[in-house]
Each structure stands twice: as structure tokens, then as C-alpha cells.
């Protein structure tokens, strides 16, 4: 029975005592044999898991160090084109201003193209060198509004889609920089206009925030009763609580925090790119309709408020971008 890898059944009681001694005794055995075997593939699945937390961990900091790869390699790039740049456009106004026919086609064409490569070192600079930020308690219905606003005037909402606009009333505030902040509602809302221009019919675009508790890391603690003697898992439990607050919520002291959704019923994300999709010049656009700096300066601004900037997408379906930020203690709810 014991041979065949069977411990859960027990031996019947026997008649003579010499018998159920023996009896108990195996069946002791068996019980001790069984709960080694469960802590065995406890021991194993806890493995698998620290395996997996030390992947995601090594995968976060190597994106960390590209990131500032890009950043030191954009701000160089975008020092020594910028000045060329700039001659040659220069160059190209002079000579636009007496240029005739086919040869101011031409150019008119060439300034085109050098504006293009402006607008990508501009990027760079921008995903490399930050501005200086100006951070105030700031609403984020009255910037997303803003920003609307901002987009209807450029024509941006003359397409046919569905515009939903779901606000929060007593949404709680944010510390922030607005003009940031503002920024990267530009760039996900443009991002989702841009995707929806290719849906012929039914298109929309939903905008929507909303507030909720702050959901914290849990608390393992470094050692439990249970552990096996030997076996120490508090770098396992160590690396739970680095890792829940990066891919969950961001801290928020006010346990409170703030989230702003942009979704569109577009093309989506191909699988392939989803992963990547904040890292710079990746981009799901045509050749020449995006640098693939927009989402990357997004991830780069709402980290410096202290948010995260999470991708979701079924391809074919649609995309959704959720910024959450750390918010102060909503009105509501003060002591």
C-alpha cells in the first residue's frame, strides 16, 4: 500500500494488541509520510513563486536601467542633431522665400520632413530631461476638462465616435504638476482618437474617473510557526512586499487613491507589443505617423508624481490606459 505511494488509507484496527501496535505504528508512519509529501509540494510551489517574483524582479530593473540607457543616449542625440536641425531649417525658410513651382514643392516637402525629425528630438529631450516640476494639490476632473476643452478646439473630437465622459463628483485631489498631468491625458486621449479613425463603425472613446481605497502590499512576516526547520522564506516574503506596491497600487499615505481611464473600442494592442508598449519608439502607428515617444514620456511623467500607468487591450477589441495616482484624504472622510 505504503509501496505503492498510497498513505491516505490507514490499516484496519487488528484483533491481537501485538497486532494494533503494529498497526498504529504504520499507520503513524503513513500520516508522517503523507504530511512530508504535502510540505514537499508546499516547499516546491513556494520555489515556483520565488522563482517567478525574482524574474519579475530582474525584468523590472533591466527595464530601470534601459530606461536611463535611452534617456542618456536621447539627450545626447538630441544635443548634437538639435543644432544641425535647426541650421538646415533655417536654410530651408531662406530659400522657400523666392522659390517657385516644382522647387518650392520640394521644399515645402524637405521642411516638412526636417519639422518631423524637430518633433522626435524634441521627444527625446522631453522622455531625457523632464521640465522642472510644479507640484500643487490640483483636481483631476478640472485638468481633464481642461484637456478636452484643449482637444475640441484643435478639432480632435470631430470624428465619427462616441465621446463618454464619466466623472467622478467628489473625486479627492492630487499633488501634481497640472501641465504634466495635462500632458499625458493629451497624449492617451490623441492615442485613442488616432486608433479609433481606423473603426468604420460604433466607434468610442470613454473617459472616466473614479476613486477607491488604497489596496497595500500585504504584510508576510519574515518567519512563520510552520516553516520547516532550515528553511528560511523571508527573502521570498521580502520580495512580495518590494514587488506588490510596483505592480499593484502606488503608496499612498492618505490610503486613497485616484484613477483616470481612457478607453477606446479600436484596433488594440498586438500581445506581442503590450509589454513594451511604454518603452520608447514602440508604437502601434504607420511609419512616419508616430515617433513611439508619446507613451514612454507618459510612464516617465506619472512615475515622477508617484502613480503607475497600466495597458490593457484585447487586439481587435479595443485599448485601456488607467492612470492611478496617490490622492489626499477626500474631504469626505477627514478626522
Request: charge should be negative.
Given at each position: 500500500m505504503i509501496d505503492d505511494g498510497d498513505s491516505e488509507n490507514h490499516i484496519a484496527e487488528a484483533e491481537t494488541l501485538e497486532m494494533a501496535q503494529l498497526d498504529a505504528a504504520v499507520n503513524h508512519k503513513a500520516e508522517r509520510l503523507n504530511a512530508d509529501q504535502q510540505e514537499m509540494a508546499a516547499n516546491i510551489r513556494s520555489l515556483d513563486e520565488t522563482s517567478r517574483l525574482l524574474t519579475e524582479a530582474r525584468d523590472a530593473m533591466v527595464r530601470a536601467e534601459k530606461m536611463a540607457s535611452v534617456g542618456r543616449l536621447g539627450a545626447g542625440i538630441a544635443h548634437e542633431v538639435g543644432n544641425p536641425l535647426g541650421a538646415i531649417l533655417g536654410y530651408l525658410g531662406l530659400l522657400s522665400r523666392n522659390a517657385e513651382g516644382v522647387n518650392r514643392e520640394l521644399l515645402a516637402a524637405a521642411e516638412r520632413e526636417a519639422h518631423r525629425i524637430d518633433r522626435i528630438v524634441r521627444g527625446l529631450l522631453e522622455y531625457a530631461r523632464p521640465r522642472e516640476t510644479r507640484t500643487q494639490s490640483i483636481d483631476v476632473n478640472h485638468v481633464l476638462k481642461d484637456t478636452i476643452e484643449l482637444l475640441e478646439t484643435q478639432g480632435r473630437f470631430n470624428g465619427d465616435f462616441e465621446l463618454i465622459v464619466d466623472l467622478e463628483d467628489y473625486i479627492p485631489s492630487v499633488t501634481a504638476d497640472p501641465y504634466q498631468l495635462q500632458q499625458v491625458f493629451v497624449n492617451l486621449i490623441v492615442n485613442a482618437t488616432d486608433a479609433l479613425a481606423e473603426r468604420k463603425s460604433e466607434a468610442r472613446l470613454v473617459l472616466r474617473t473614479q476613486s477607491r481605497a488604497f489596496n497595500p502590499p500585504q504584510h508576510v512576516p519574515a518567519r512563520r510557526k510552520d516553516d520547516p526547520p532550515g528553511v528560511d522564506y523571508s527573502h521570498r516574503r521580502r520580495l512580495v512586499g518590494a514587488?506588490?506596491?510596483?505592480?499593484?497600487?502606488?503608496?499612498?499615505?492618505?490610503?486613497?487613491?485616484?484613477?483616470?481611464?481612457?478607453?477606446?473600442?479600436?484596433?488594440?494592442?498586438?500581445?506581442?507589443?503590450?509589454?513594451?508598449?511604454?518603452?520608447?519608439?514602440?508604437?502601434?502607428?504607420?511609419?512616419?505617423?508616430?515617433?513611439?515617444?508619446?507613451?514612454?514620456?507618459?510612464?516617465?511623467?506619472?512615475?515622477?508624481?508617484?502613480?503607475?500607468?497600466r495597458a490593457d487591450s484585447v487586439e481587435g477589441e479595443g485599448a485601456t490606459f488607467t492612470v492611478t495616482l496617490p490622492a489626499e484624504v477626500p474631504e469626505g472622510v477627514r478626522s
Open positions: 514587488l506588490g506596491s510596483w505592480r499593484d497600487d502606488p503608496v499612498s499615505i492618505s490610503g486613497w487613491v485616484v484613477e483616470v481611464v481612457v478607453a477606446d473600442n479600436g484596433p488594440g494592442i498586438p500581445r506581442k507589443l503590450l509589454e513594451q508598449i511604454f518603452e520608447p519608439f514602440v508604437t502601434t502607428k504607420e511609419p512616419g505617423k508616430g515617433t513611439g515617444l508619446g507613451l514612454a514620456v507618459c510612464s516617465r511623467l506619472v512615475e515622477s508624481m508617484g502613480g503607475t500607468i
